[in-house]
């Protein structure tokens, strides 16, 4: 049995209602949207990974199939996975206790839609000097009505966990972050097989059972991509070099990362940040202005202006179309000289193209 002072083990919840991100994934979970052309997912494990956090279950829900056949055994990762299904959404800690079997020593639970810096070796050093069964990180935001507050007194005790509270019911803008170190004996609190959340249930118990729930504050960079908007800022956050990722080592802040066999005519230009993807080809005359992503397979054609945006893989731009602000999911075909501002461009739930807007004030 691993001693008190390692933390090996982890859950990433990857399932229930919060797993879509409309109108981005209907054919794809929002945890395997890629971030600069890899699965958020896979930047999630090497973040772990990097803290020796390597024995990760994946409690998924939503097309399981499609993030198990992608990510197999994670040794491309240098990590040990392993999946739990839920027939149903089981809730937040519904699905850790469906995960049991692999946790029987001082394990993480993360949000599988969140991005941080945090340092999980400061967090568990933490929870070990506060003696704590539960600990939660907690970051600190402007609007804290659309996430969990977490009140503490001058020892970080938890005093109070509200999840989503009206505005005049806030009384810190401590929330959340959604990452916790939690000791196994909690999970006897958490129902077998039932719908249970940590935020609405497990957390306000323990609260009442005087349990020691601490909070540990930390103020790096922390981002729940929500939404479409923070979908992209995360993107251009991290081309912008905002912030880094294991995956990512060496983006500078104008760098163009362009893979060797993409193609690109001496006549188009590139403005970094940019990252273009495998296959691409980027036709003559063609302005690309950063950040912009292009993922693989995709065709920029002629006389094209690309300017912030991000395409997913296999995308067709016509020859004079304009982009600003947009994402562009995968497969779709942008017509000859069509201008397409602050949009979402993918195929909806009836595999046609459809459009919808990305409000530009909040994309970062
Ligand atoms: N396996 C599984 N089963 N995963 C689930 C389930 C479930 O039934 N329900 C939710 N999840 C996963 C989602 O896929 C997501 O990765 C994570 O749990 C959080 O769900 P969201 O739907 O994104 O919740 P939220 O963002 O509104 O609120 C949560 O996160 C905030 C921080 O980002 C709460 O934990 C808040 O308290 C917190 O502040
Ligand atoms: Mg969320």
């Given at each position: 049995m691993p001693s008190s002072s390692t933390l090996t083990k982890a859950v990433i919840l990857v399932g229930g209602h919060g797993v879509r991100l409309q109108p981005l994934s209907y054919y794809m979970p929002k945890p395997m949207m890629p971030l600069l052309n890899r699965p958020f997912l896979e930047h999630i494990i090497a973040y772990l990974a990097k803290f020796k956090v390597t024995d990760i279950t994946l409690a998924l829900s939503y097309l399981p199939e499609l993030i198990r056949s992608h990510l197999g055994d994670g040794s491309n990762l240098g990590v040990q996975l392993h999946y739990t299904v839920e027939d149903s959404p089981l809730g937040t800690a519904g699905a850790v206790k469906n995960a049991n079997r692999y946790l029987d020593s001082t394990f993480a639970v993360l949000n599988g839609d969140i991005f941080t810096d945090l340092n999980i070796a400061d967090m568990l050093a933490f929870h070990q000097h506060k003696k704590a069964k539960v600990t939660i990180a907690l970051t600190w935001v402007d609007?804290?009505?659309?996430?969990?507050?977490?009140?503490?007194?001058?020892?970080?005790?938890?005093?109070?966990?509200?999840?989503?509270?009206?505005?005049?019911k806030v009384t810190t803008h401590w929330i959340n972050a959604g990452i916790y170190i939690l000791e196994p004996e909690i999970l006897r609190h958490i129902p077998v097989s039932s719908y249970y959340m940590f935020e609405r249930g497990l957390f306000p118990l323990l609260l009442k059972l005087n349990e020691p729930v601490y909070g540990y504050p930390f103020r790096g960079y922390w981002l729940d991509m929500g939404t479409p908007e923070k979908y992209l800022c995360l993107n251009c956050d991290l081309l912008l070099a905002k912030m880094s990722s294991p995956l990512t080592p060496g983006l500078g802040q104008n760098s163009v990362c362009c893979e060797k066999d993409a193609t690109v005519h001496p006549s188009a230009k590139i403005m970094g940040p940019a990252v273009i993807g495998s296959r691409c080809q980027i036709d003559q005359r063609a302005r690309i202005e950063g950040p912009v992503i292009i993922?693989?397979?995709?065709y920029v054609g002629?006389?094209?202006?690309?300017?912030?945006?991000?395409?997913?893989?296999?995308?067709?731009?016509?020859?004079?179309?304009?982009?600003?602000?947009?994402?562009?999911?995968?497969?779709?075909?942008?017509?000859?000289?069509?201008?397409?501002?602050?949009?979402?461009?993918?195929?909806?739930?009836?595999?046609?193209?459809?459009?919808?807007?990305?409000?530009?004030?909040?994309?970062?």
């Open positions: 609007n804290p009505c659309a996430f969990g507050v977490v009140e503490t007194d001058s020892e970080d005790r938890v005093r109070r966990f509200t999840e989503k509270p009206n505005t005049n993922g693989e397979d995709c002629e006389d094209t202006s690309i300017e912030k945006a991000m395409l997913w893989q296999g995308i067709s731009i016509g020859a004079g179309a304009s982009l600003k602000g947009c994402i562009i999911g995968s497969n779709i075909r942008i017509e000859e000289g069509k201008q397409v501002t602050n949009r979402i461009v993918t195929l909806d739930h009836t595999g046609l193209p459809g459009e919808s807007c990305l409000r530009a004030d909040e994309a970062g």
